[in-house]
């Protein structure tokens, strides 16, 4: 009888740990955020306790006080957005209805926005560039110059008005044409004289 008891504490005490490690093991509520995503994984719960999940994301109910047995997993989309946005998990099981083996949670965390792709600076590459055709340009009509004749000043006299003697431009004309009469009588009158005189 004493080996009997002595083997049963044995196995009591063996037994003990194992228990407690496969109880602290037990309900794993886990979840993630990322600027386009919540995850959530639920994992190790009784399946026959009553086991609710609710999930809130930017003030909307993606899940409300959803039942899920031993396990639970989902991954929801985030709507876009420009600020950060709040996102809540609920977890609630009638095993912890205080939260005080943690396998009951009430969660908060910051979703920031999704950072965009700042655009990669590309190398110019050379370039030939075409050659250019001068657009046909049509002239414009152009109006007809009005030309305005220059007045011609005319000299103002600074001395004393002189009396026209006659004498211009034409006078060694004159002139030249009388000299050559009167060479030409005098020669005609020469030479009448000698006739004469040859007579008497």
Same mark, same amino acid.
């Given at each position: 009888?004493?080996?009997?008891?002595?083997?049963? /504490?044995?196995?009591?005490?063996? !037994?003990? @740990?194992? !228990?407690?490690?496969?109880?602290?093991?037990? #309900?794993v509520?886990?979840?993630?955020?990322?600027?386009?995503?919540?995850?959530? %994984?639920l994992?190790?719960?009784?399946? *026959?306790?009553?086991?609710?999940?609710?999930?809130?994301?930017?003030?909307?109910?993606?899940?409300? =006080?959803?039942?899920?047995? *031993?396990?639970? &997993?989902?991954d929801? $989309?985030?709507?876009? #957005?420009?600020?950060?946005? =709040? $996102?809540?998990?609920?977890? &609630?099981?009638?095993?912890?209805? *205080? /939260?005080?083996?943690?396998? %009951?949670?009430?969660?908060? =965390?910051?979703? !920031?926005?999704?950072?965009?792709p700042?655009?990669?600076?590309?190398?110019p590459?050379?370039?030939?560039?075409?050659?250019?055709?001068?657009?046909?340009?049509?002239? !414009?009509? %152009?109006? @007809?110059?009005?030309?305005?004749?220059?007045?011609?000043? &005319?000299?103002?006299?600074t001395?004393?008005?002189?009396?026209?003697?006659g004498?211009?431009?034409?006078?060694?004309?004159? $002139? /030249?044409?009388?000299?050559?009469?009167?060479?030409?009588?005098?020669?005609?009158?020469?030479?009448g +004289?000698? +006739?004469?005189? +040859?007579?008497?």
């Open positions: 009888m004493n080996v009997r008891r002595g083997i049963a /504490g044995v196995l009591v005490g063996v !037994a003990a @740990p194992l !228990a407690l490690a496969g109880s602290a093991s037990a #309900h509520p886990t979840w993630s955020v990322t600027c386009g995503k919540v995850s959530v %994984s994992a190790n719960y009784n399946k *026959d306790a009553l086991n609710t999940v609710t999930l809130i994301v930017d003030g909307e109910k993606l899940l409300d =006080k959803k039942a899920f047995p *031993d396990k639970y &997993t989902g929801f $989309a985030v709507k876009a #957005h420009s600020k950060d946005v =709040k $996102a809540e998990l609920i977890v &609630t099981t009638n095993e912890d209805p *205080d /939260g005080k083996k943690g396998w %009951s949670v009430d969660q908060t =965390k910051t979703i !920031a926005p999704c950072e965009s700042s655009p990669q600076p590309s190398s590459k050379p370039s030939t560039p075409a050659p250019s055709t001068p657009a046909p340009s049509t002239p !414009a009509p %152009s109006k @007809p110059a009005t030309h305005t004749p220059t007045p011609t000043p &005319t000299p103002t006299p001395g004393p008005v002189l009396a026209s003697t004498g211009g431009g034409e006078t060694p004309l004159i $002139a /030249g044409a009388g000299a050559a009469v009167v060479v030409a009588g005098g020669a005609l009158l020469f030479v +004289r000698r +006739r004469s005189t +040859r007579r008497h």
